[in-house]
């Protein structure tokens, strides 16, 4: 907590609180740093950004609050710094990856300024979590994918599907007045094709068409276990291991049936990156700060670096052409951001790939308050 010295007369110490109290209650995280990186103060909201009490900061390293590698630099930095004066960060604004209590991460914006106080070097840094901004820049670029999308499906659903449903009837009838098994086979594959034509254009609609929202309290753990129960003889028959880590029971205020749906998008991925066996971890936690922290995670193939990053652009898809439409991701991303959270991905090749969801807690006495 910034506080004033004891030793002050009356009107510098009530300066000197009135500063303290207007640093305390600022908006943005300010934490001060002495040359050997630790913590001598943090505000309020440093303290709400990071998750930790003002006891396990003051006084310890502010390397605790930096992932890696930067916390493995970051004392080398300093020390770099005050020899040759040639700054990185300080005096230069930059946004930045902070570590919250727990490991997760939190983009931030950050600002130092370097200063003295009673003869000692102290370091100040001004922090503002980005965390809000970026998940509203994702869904802006969401947006505008889905009304590119939208413009593609409202021109080809009725040029395409009205000639399906023609085809898809003579097709049908073909079938019934066939005699011999193998043309009645031939006529099925027709109906079956002309069927996955018609369902692709269903779920092209689905995407592009603004979903009426649903606000009920969903139990996130049995909504995975139920989407995990669906495909039961799937991962038991490609001898897959399914390892559940759910801690505690968290609930999330949505639409139950299209968060199950996106689960099974995650899960048959998986299932998908994984023909000859391995293991699917899918683990649930719950904190007062982060909200709810859910991740599918898969032993299998993983993904190419370069295809990384157009996982979730419509039509694209690492699968062999016919086994995948390239819309399963965009729709997950659509529900996910639906329900005002996040959707990250990791992978290695060879290794596997981890879908990491954040969305906020719902707290059931709030409802009833």
């Given at each position: 907590?910034?506080?004033?010295?004891?030793?002050?007369?009356?009107?510098?110490?009530?300066?000197?609180?009135?500063?303290?109290?207007?640093?305390?209650?600022?908006?943005?995280?300010?934490?001060?740093?002495?040359?050997?990186?630790?913590?001598?103060?943090?505000?309020?909201?440093?303290?709400?950004?990071?998750?930790?009490?003002?006891?396990?900061?003051?006084g310890r390293s502010v390397n605790q609050l930096m992932p890696?590698?930067?916390?493995?630099?970051?004392?080398a930095y300093i020390e770099n710094y005050l020899k040759t004066?040639?700054?990185?960060?300080?005096?230069?604004?930059?946004?930045?990856?902070?570590?919250?209590?727990?490991?997760?991460?939190?983009?931030?914006?950050?600002?130092?300024?370097?200063?003295?106080?009673?003869?000692?070097?102290?370091?100040?840094?001004?922090?503002?979590?980005?965390?809000?901004?970026?998940?509203?820049?994702?869904?802006?670029?969401?947006?505008?994918?889905?009304?590119?999308?939208?413009?593609?499906?409202?021109?080809?659903?009725?040029?395409?599907?009205?000639?399906?449903?023609?085809?898809?009837?003579?097709?049908?009838?073909?079938?019934?007045?066939?005699s011999d098994p193998k043309d009645r086979r031939r006529a099925?594959?027709?109906?079956?094709?002309?069927?996955?034509?018609?369902?692709?254009?269903?779920?092209?609609?689905?995407?592009?068409?603004?979903?009426?929202?649903?606000?009920?309290?969903?139990?996130?753990?049995?909504?995975?276990?139920?989407?995990?129960?669906?495909?039961?003889?799937?991962?038991?028959?490609?001898?897959?291991?399914?390892?559940?880590?759910?801690?505690?029971?968290?609930?999330?205020?949505?639409?139950?049936?299209?968060?199950?749906?996106?689960?099974?998008?995650?899960?048959?991925?998986?299932?998908?990156?994984?023909?000859?066996?391995?293991?699917?971890?899918?683990?649930?936690?719950?904190?007062?700060?982060?909200?709810?922290?859910?991740?599918?995670?898969?032993?299998?193939?993983?993904?190419?670096?370069?295809?990384?990053?157009?996982?979730?652009?419509?039509?694209?898809?690492?699968?062999?052409?016919?086994?995948?439409?390239?819309?399963?991701?965009?729709?997950?991303?659509?529900?996910?951001?639906?329900?005002?959270?996040?959707?990250?991905?990791?992978?290695?090749?060879?290794?596997?790939?981890?879908?990491?969801?954040?969305?906020?807690?719902?707290?059931?006495?709030?409802?009833?308050?």
């Amino acid at each position: 907590m910034f506080t004033a010295e004891p030793s002050m007369d009356t009107e510098a110490r009530q300066t000197a609180d009135r500063l303290a109290a207007i640093l305390e209650s600022a908006v943005d995280g300010i934490v001060t740093i002495d040359a050997k990186g630790m913590i001598d103060s943090v505000n309020q909201a440093a303290i709400e950004i990071f998750g930790f009490s003002r006891d396990e900061l003051v006084g310890r390293s502010v390397n605790q609050l930096m992932p890696s590698p930067a916390c493995d630099e970051h004392d080398a930095y300093i020390e770099n710094y005050l020899k040759t004066r040639k700054a990185k960060v300080i005096g230069i604004g930059r946004e930045v990856l902070g570590c919250r209590k727990g490991g997760m991460e939190v983009p931030l914006y950050l600002a130092v300024s370097e200063g003295r106080h009673n003869g000692e070097v102290l370091f100040t840094g001004i922090l503002r979590d980005l965390t809000d901004l970026h998940v509203a820049e994702e869904r802006a670029r969401a947006a505008e994918q889905l009304a590119s999308l939208s413009l593609i499906t409202a021109g080809i659903a009725h040029d395409i599907g009205t000639p399906m449903n023609v085809i898809l009837g003579y097709a049908d009838m073909l079938r019934d007045s066939l005699s011999d098994p193998k043309d009645r086979r031939r006529a099925e594959v027709i109906s079956e094709q002309v069927r996955r034509v018609t369902d692709l254009l269903q779920t092209l609609l689905n995407i592009a068409r603004p979903q009426k929202p649903v606000s009920v309290s969903v139990r996130v753990a049995e909504v995975l276990d139920h989407a995990l129960e669906f495909f039961r003889e799937k991962l038991r028959s490609r001898q897959i291991v399914v390892d559940r880590r759910y801690e505690g029971d968290p609930e999330v205020l949505g639409d139950r049936d299209r968060l199950e749906q996106m689960f099974l998008n995650l899960i048959v991925n998986a299932a998908d990156a994984m023909p000859k066996g391995g293991r699917l971890t899918v683990s649930v936690e719950s904190t007062s700060k982060d909200g709810i922290h859910i991740s599918i995670e898969d032993t299998g193939y993983g993904i190419e670096p370069e295809a990384l990053g157009r996982i979730f652009e419509p039509f694209y898809t690492s699968k062999d052409r016919g086994e995948g439409t390239g819309l399963g991701l965009v729709v997950s991303r659509s529900i996910v951001l639906d329900h005002r959270g996040t959707i990250e991905v990791e992978s290695e090749v060879r290794k596997g790939t981890r879908f990491t969801l954040h969305f906020p807690a719902f707290e059931r006495a709030s409802r009833t308050a």
